[in-house]
């Protein structure tokens, strides 16, 4: 495994990689849980002094390719227009509440040429930036399904562009073809890829079970790597993109899910994207599995 991960490195490190899409700020909150208000059905909750601020959505993508390839431009949101605010319990990390911040209705129309990057990532978190986006084809692309989009930001509005590859998880799968999929098998991997997707190379993410990848032909299926998760938040993006670099390089990565896998379940052992991956961390994870 260490050897098949060197090589990696090796092919990737001359990339000029381009990162699209829409950056969130992730903000964490430490309160304590003091029971239920007397007076109505409502939790009540002690707020404490800790306070986290990460950066997340298209710009922890690019700062997980970082130590890895020559360069990564990102285009993306700068204002914080985007927020996820979480308060989260000091004793035991739950998370009690979300509150959302969306000020999305100022982006800009961005006509951008691709011609010069040897890998394009599109990150479409469903928020409307990328709507706006005159982009060309070849791109690799993730179109998230969340609490605030679901239903409607679907994988398929991108059916238009010629993709150099797609990245979507079960539940983004199963509204993909109107269908619900809890343990997809080969045909239902090919039924997706070839259902109004418009691309080379696809990858299901499914959670604890691991990931599928198909190119239409071959099919490889691999189970995810055990460790001690702490937080799953970003595993998926992180997973997205090593999963669009390994597909740039083509044949030149025989197992297009090893290192997406590895990544995915390294970002897992930490909170949110408070880390990003290197090829230190990455190397130091994998040992374990040897």
Known sequence: ????????????????????????????????????????????????????????????????????????????????????????????KKKHVEINKFDTKNFPTLNIDTSKYDVVIVADFGHGFCDKLTINDGFHLMCQTNSNNFGFNRISKWKNHKKKSA??????????????????????????????????????????????????????????????????IGAGDTFFAFASVCAALDDAVSDKLLIPSLAASLSTTWLCNEKSITKENLLTHAAKYI
């Open 1 to 92: 495994m260490l050897k098949e991960i060197e090589q990696f490195f090796e092919k990737v490190k001359h990339l000029h990689v381009l990162v699209v899409g829409e950056t969130i700020v992730d903000e964490f909150i430490d309160v304590t849980y003091e029971g239920q208000s007397m007076k109505s059905i409502c939790p009540v909750f002690k707020l404490e002094e800790g306070k986290v601020i990460q950066q997340g959505g298209a710009q922890a993508i690019a700062n997980h390719l970082y130590d890895f390839v020559k360069k990564v431009d990102v285009i993306t949101n700068t204002n914080n227009e985007i927020v996820k605010t979480r308060f989260v319990d000091v004793n035991d």
């Open 167 to 232: 990245c979507i998880d079960l539940r983004e799968a199963s509204l993909q073809v109107n269908k619900k999929i809890s343990n997809p098998q080969e045909e239902e991997i090919r039924n997706i890829f070839n259902y109004e997707l418009n691309s080379e190379h696809l990858y299901v993410t499914t959670g604890q079970q691991g990931a599928t990848y198909t190119n239409g032909k071959e099919f490889i299926k691999r189970k995810s790597f055990k460790t001690d998760i702490i937080d799953t």
